[in-house]
C-alpha cells in the first residue's frame, strides 16, 4: 500500500461534494421520495422543494425563478441553448473560437453539418485571449447571430470581459450565449445588468453533486427543448427531475456566495505560491494562457520542460499521490491531444499539465506537489 499523501489537484474537471451540501440532500433522498408531477401531497412536497431551489439560485444570480432550468450539467445546457436557439429563433450563424468546451464546439459542428447552420470561429491570440477586433469585424458582417463563448477557459483559465462582449453582441442585434460552468460559484453574477442571453452551470463545480446543472435562459427568447415526454420545467426538459440533485445545486451556490471571498482569497494564494515555486525550483518552466492577468484563480496550465520524465508525468505524478490533468478532463482519455493548448501554441515538444485548486486544499499540498516535480525536473536544465 502507498504512503504517500493523497493530493487532489484536479478541482476544475470536479470538487469535493462538502458536508453542508450532503445534510441537505440525505433528507430529500429518505424521506421525500415522491413524484414532483404527482397532484398528492407527496408529490407537492417534492415539487415544493424544486420551487424553492429554484428560487434560492434565482436570488443569488439576480433573474426571475422562470429563467432558471435544471438540466443534468453543463453539456446538457449548452447543447440545450444552441440547438434549442436554432430551432426557435431562427438562428442560421453562430460564432465562437476554437478553445471553447467540447460541448459547444461539437454541437457546433452538428448543427453546422445537419441543420445548414454557418459558423466563425474567432482568432485567438498566443496568450489564449481571443481577438476582439475579430468579433467586431464578424459581427458587423453578421449583425444577428449567435455568439457563445465561455467565461473562463477549463483548460488554461483565460476569461472573458462578459460586459463587453455582450455589449458588442446586442449592439449587432445578436444574441450571446456564455458556458459559465468554471465561474458560477466562484465569482458573482448580475443577470439583471442584461449581458447575458444564455448561460450554463454544473454543480460538481462549486462542492455540489455530479448530474445537475442548469441552464439561464433570459425570458426575453423562447427556445425550443430538446429532451421530449413530459412537460417538466415547464416544457423545456421533459423527465422526472433529479430532486435531491436539485437541492444539493442550490445549496451548493448558497454556500459558494456566502463563502466566496474567503474561499477566493485562499485559493488564489495556492495558485501564486505554485506559480512562485515552479519559477525558483525548475528552470525554463512555462505556463499557458495569462495566469497572472485575466484568468482563474483557480486554474493554472503548466508547460515543462522537454526531457525523458515527459510521457510519462501525469503517470508519475499518479503513482505520488498527485490528481491532476494534461488538459479537460472531459477528454482525457482520448488519444488526441489538447485542441486549446494545439490552437495556441501548435508546434510546442512540452508536457503540459493542468493543475486546479479548490477549497480543500492547503499550502502542503502545494508544497508536496513542487518537491516532487522538482525532483523531476529541477536538474532539467
Known amino acids: 500500500m502507498s504512503t504517500f499523501p493523497r493530493v487532489y489537484l484536479d478541482n476544475a474537471a470536479t470538487t469535493p461534494i462538502s458536508e453542508e451540501v450532503l445534510d441537505a440532500m440525505i433528507p430529500v433522498m429518505k424521506a421525500h421520495f415522491g413524484n414532483p408531477s404527482s397532484s398528492h401531497a407527496d408529490g407537492r412536497k417534492v415539487k415544493g422543494l424544486i420551487e424553492e431551489a429554484r428560487s434560492s439560485i434565482s436570488t443569488v444570480l439576480h433573474c426571475a425563478p422562470g429563467e432558471i432550468f435544471f438540466t443534468s450539467g453543463?453539456?446538457?445546457?449548452?447543447?440545450?441553448i444552441l440547438r434549442g436557439s436554432v430551432s426557435k429563433l431562427?438562428?442560421?450563424?453562430?460564432?465562437?473560437?476554437?478553445?471553447?468546451?467540447?460541448?459547444?464546439?461539437?454541437?457546433?459542428?452538428?448543427?453546422?453539418?445537419?441543420?445548414?447552420?454557418?459558423?466563425n470561429l474567432l482568432a485567438v491570440h498566443e496568450n489564449?485571449?481571443?481577438?476582439?477586433?475579430?468579433?467586431?469585424?464578424?459581427?458587423?458582417?453578421?449583425?444577428?447571430?449567435?455568439?457563445?463563448?465561455?467565461?473562463?477557459?477549463?483548460?488554461?483559465?483565460?476569461?472573458?470581459?462578459?460586459?463587453?462582449?455582450?455589449?458588442?453582441?446586442?449592439?449587432?442585434?445578436?444574441?450571446?450565449?456564455?458556458?459559465?460552468v468554471q465561474t458560477i460559484g466562484h465569482y458573482?453574477?448580475?443577470?439583471?445588468?442584461?449581458?447575458?442571453?444564455?448561460?450554463?452551470?454544473?454543480?460538481?463545480?462549486?462542492?455540489?453533486?455530479?448530474?445537475?446543472?442548469?441552464?439561464?435562459?433570459?425570458k426575453k427568447h423562447r427556445i425550443g427543448s430538446q429532451i421530449t415526454g413530459g412537460s417538466q420545467e415547464r416544457d423545456m426538459r421533459g423527465g422526472t427531475e433529479n430532486v435531491h440533485g436539485i437541492v444539493g445545486l442550490a445549496k451548493a451556490l448558497e454556500i459558494a456566495y456566502r463563502d466566496m471571498e474567503k474561499k477566493k482569497s485562499h485559493v488564489s494564494q495556492l495558485k501564486q505560491a505554485m506559480i512562485d515555486l515552479l519559477r525558483k525550483q525548475i528552470p525554463d518552466i512555462q505556463?499557458?494562457?495569462?495566469?497572472?492577468g485575466d484568468s482563474l484563480y483557480?486554474?493554472?496550465?503548466?508547460?515543462?520542460?522537454?526531457?525523458?520524465?515527459?510521457?510519462?508525468?501525469?503517470?508519475?505524478?499518479?503513482?505520488?499521490?498527485?490528481?491532476?490533468?494534461?488538459?479537460?478532463?472531459?477528454?482525457?482519455?482520448?488519444?488526441?491531444?489538447?485542441?486549446?493548448?494545439?490552437?495556441?501554441?501548435?508546434?510546442?515538444?512540452?508536457?503540459?499539465?493542468?493543475?486546479?485548486?479548490?477549497?480543500?486544499?492547503?499550502?502542503?499540498?502545494?508544497?508536496?506537489?513542487?518537491?516532487?516535480?522538482?525532483?523531476?525536473?529541477?536538474?532539467?536544465?
Open 74 to 80: 453543463g453539456t446538457e445546457s449548452d447543447n440545450l
Open 90 to 119: 431562427g438562428i442560421k450563424h453562430i460564432v465562437s473560437s476554437p478553445i471553447e468546451h467540447h460541448a459547444v464546439l461539437h454541437t457546433i459542428e452538428h448543427l453546422h453539418r445537419n441543420e445548414g447552420v454557418a459558423f
Open 128 to 180: 489564449g485571449h481571443i481577438n476582439l477586433d475579430h468579433l467586431k469585424e464578424l459581427l458587423t458582417i453578421h449583425p444577428h447571430t449567435l455568439v457563445s463563448l465561455m467565461h473562463a477557459n477549463n483548460e488554461i483559465g483565460n476569461m472573458i470581459d462578459i460586459e463587453t462582449i455582450g455589449n458588442l453582441v446586442h449592439q449587432a442585434g445578436g444574441i450571446f450565449h456564455s458556458d459559465t
Open 188 to 218: 458573482p453574477f448580475d443577470l439583471n445588468q442584461g449581458h447575458i442571453d444564455f448561460m450554463a452551470a454544473a454543480a460538481h463545480k462549486f462542492n455540489g453533486p455530479k448530474g445537475i446543472g442548469f441552464a439561464y435562459i433570459n
Open 287 to 292: 505556463f499557458n494562457g495569462d495566469p497572472e
Open 298 to 381: 483557480t486554474v493554472l496550465s503548466v508547460s515543462f520542460p522537454p526531457n525523458e520524465m515527459g510521457s510519462m508525468l501525469l503517470f508519475n505524478l499518479d503513482l505520488a499521490g498527485i490528481s491532476a490533468s494534461g488538459g479537460s478532463a472531459c477528454s482525457s482519455g482520448a488519444s488526441l491531444g489538447s485542441h486549446v493548448l494545439h490552437c495556441i501554441k501548435p508546434n510546442s515538444d512540452r508536457t503540459t499539465v493542468r493543475f486546479s485548486f479548490g477549497l480543500y486544499n492547503t499550502m502542503g499540498d502545494i508544497q508536496y506537489t513542487i518537491e516532487k516535480l522538482a525532483l523531476w525536473y529541477g536538474n532539467a536544465h
